[in-house]
């Protein structure tokens, strides 16, 4: 049995005892990741040429991503056996991996598209011979029957389609065999910039209607367990709690991908990820923390490639809350964090300063709006204007889970001190943290994540749009809410720039949330892996690596 088996797979009882005892080496006091560092990584992996291996945090349990989207492994899954109709042009980088150019967009399975010149309707050529692992072909029929189980299942899907103002599935119309036109109710600026996320890569149609039951009619029972796409990839095998093993499309219309198995191995602690990775017996570890990211930089046989993305580290301030309702006492907050220290000692200088509610990757980003680094005096003096010369005591809730969290609520605590906010730490699950949110039930909360389209817009209608359910603060804006609706519609490149640019200003000015840092994302592999284009939902697809 090979070292990566021994940790994943435990059948015996002498197993378990060796998985526990080298465990307990990564409990006492990272002694683990110590003997790693002054032991030199073999300098080619374990693994075959024609085999990558991953090793995972977990498998997920429901693959379809209609109501796992929020899943990030879900995604990753997906994203193997689907594609969107069209990409974002990439552009290489010279370590080998590529970055997004946002100039436009490549074809994929469509292969050519044109939105009307009022903005209402955008009409979709797909490519033709496209067919899935079952040999069945991807036409304007297929691409119809998904617009219907978004509509019928009201999850991620309908969310796209209330984005781009499509009403209803009469809305969506086959034109032949290989074209497609959706028209919406009212003009929309989104129609190309949402489609490269596989949330809208299609399924093939044929094989789950298959599946479906007159109690099941989209087949849902049968998508929770399986993925069938027009993608590089199909399920092998899938065991929860074990691993997924994946294997070609023999259909696939694009380049056959160089592996013949993409294995995800399920290891739950992130120090045997590392170790795994170290040793070669995986050409990937996901997950792990900043701090073992930071000891892999300079290892033999390894390395890190690091990107910029759209995922922020951001704590919403609820502002229907006494106190917080005031935008000084938010300011004395910005004006309190000690930024410098958060990238430095939290994130190892693995992440990047925040200027403000856009990612700095996105068009339309202005780092010069950002007025905020840490002055004490500053926020005295704003928290002595609100009325708060004595200070106050709120409470920040977060979540277990990520290891960079605790420290860095720990480091807001203790700036918050200084300036005489007394904040208490409250610790709850994920998903507890999650419906406190949605429900407003907080002070201050933390969320991690971004836009997965880079069009601003998009991203100020899902945080800031006084109507939106992920507008956490309940921060209520109506001149910003008004721009942004008129934004979403506009088709004068222009004004949607001057408007944004006044959002991001009074998104600034109003801090509805404490940004604390873009972290990036960061793929930990084997150094003979290239080829890496992390997709804009801040996932890889595995046919694009190379290994050497």
Same mark, same amino acid.
């Given at each position: 049995?090979?070292?990566?088996? &021994?940790? +994943? ?49 977990? #498998? ?10 929020? /899943? ?5 899954? *997906? ?19 590529? /970055? ?27 490519? %033709? ?25 009201? =999850? ?6 209330? #984005? ?6 009469? @809305? ?10 959706? +028209? $919406? ?84 602690? !992130?120090?045997? &990820? ?8 995986? !050409? ?13 930089? =300079? ?11 759209? @995922? ?17 006492? &938010? ?13 430095? *000692? ?48 709120? +409470? ?54 971004? $836009?997965? !389209?880079?069009?601003?817009?998009? $991203?100020?209608?899902?945080?800031? !749009?006084?109507?939106? #359910? ?23 490149? %222009? ?6 640019? %006044? ?24 150094? *003979? ?20």
């Amino acid at each position: 049995m090979s070292e990566l088996d &021994r940790w +994943t797979q435990p059948r015996t009882r002498r197993d378990i005892l060796v998985a526990g005892g080298k465990l307990s080496l990564v409990l006492a006091g990272g002694s683990l990741l110590a003997a790693c560092q002054t032991s030199p990584a073999p300098s080619t992996s374990k693994t075959a040429k024609n085999t990558l291996v991953v090793a995972e945090p977990y #498998v997920p349990q429901n693959l379809d991503r209609e109501f796992g989207a929020g /899943d990030p492994i879900n995604q990753e899954l *997906n994203m193997q056996m689907v594609e969107p109709l069209m990409e974002w042009k990439r552009k290489l980088r010279p370590d080998g991996a590529y /970055d997004f150019d946002f100039s436009g967009y490549d074809p994929v399975l469509a292969q050519s598209w044109q939105v009307s010149a009022d903005g209402r309707t955008c009409t979709f050529t797909l490519r %033709q011979g496209v067919k899935s692992p079952k040999g069945n072909e991807l036409t304007a029929e297929v691409l119809k029957w998904n617009y219907d189980r978004y509509f019928g299942l009201k =999850g991620t899907g309908l969310f796209f389609m209330q #984005v781009l103002n499509i009403a209803s599935p009469d @809305d969506v119309k086959i034109i032949d065999k290989y074209t497609i036109s959706l +028209t $919406s109710s009212k003009p929309s600026s989104l129609w190309l910039s949402v489609q490269p996320q596989h949330f809208l890569g299609p399924f093939d149609a044929v094989e789950y209607k298959s599946q479906a039951t007159s109690s099941d009619p989209w087949a849902l029972e049968f998508g929770k367990q399986n993925i069938v796409g027009f993608g590089p990839y199909q399920i092998q095998s899938r065991i929860v709690g074990q691993q997924t093993v994946l294997i070609p499309n023999p259909n696939y219309w694009g380049k056959k991908p160089q592996f013949d198995q993409v294995i995800f191995k399920e290891v739950p602690q !992130d120090a045997i &990820r590392y170790s795994l990775l170290l040793s070669g017996d995986v !050409d990937m570890a996901r997950n792990l923390s900043f701090a073992q990211l930071a000891q892999l930089k =300079g290892q033999s046989g390894v390395k890190v490639y690091d990107f910029l993305s759209s @995922d922020l580290t951001e704590f919403p301030i609820q502002t229907e809350h006494q106190y917080l309702s005031d935008k000084r006492v &938010r300011q004395a907050m910005a004006w309190a964090l000690p930024y410098d220290q958060i990238i430095q *000692n939290i994130y190892k200088g693995l992440a990047t300063q925040p200027f403000g509610p856009l990612p700095q990757m996105f068009p339309g980003f202005d780092k010069t709006l950002w007025p905020y680094h840490q002055d004490l005096n500053k926020a005295k003096s704003l928290l002595s204007d609100a009325g708060l010369a004595n200070g106050f005591s709120t +409470t920040i809730t977060y979540a277990t889970g990520i290891p960079e969290d605790e420290p860095l609520v720990l480091l807001m605590q203790s700036a918050f001190k200084q300036v005489g906010i007394n904040a208490e730490l409250n610790k709850v699950t994920p998903s507890a943290l999650s419906q406190n949110e949605f429900m407003g039930q907080f002070d201050i909360g933390l969320k991690h994540g971004g $836009s997965n !389209d880079p069009d601003q817009y998009y $991203s100020y209608f899902l945080e800031y !749009d006084k109507d939106s #359910v992920i507008n956490y603060p309940r921060w209520k804006n109506d001149q910003v809410t008004s721009l942004i609706r008129q934004g979403l519609v506009s088709q004068d490149t %222009q004004q949607r720039l001057r408007a944004g640019k %006044q959002i991001q200003q009074t998104i600034i000015d109003e801090v509805p949330y404490l940004e604390l840092g873009e972290a990036g994302i960061h793929w930990p592999v084997r150094s *003979n892996v290239s080829g890496i284009f992390q997709r804009i939902n801040r996932e890889i697809v595995y046919a694009d690596i190379v290994k050497t």
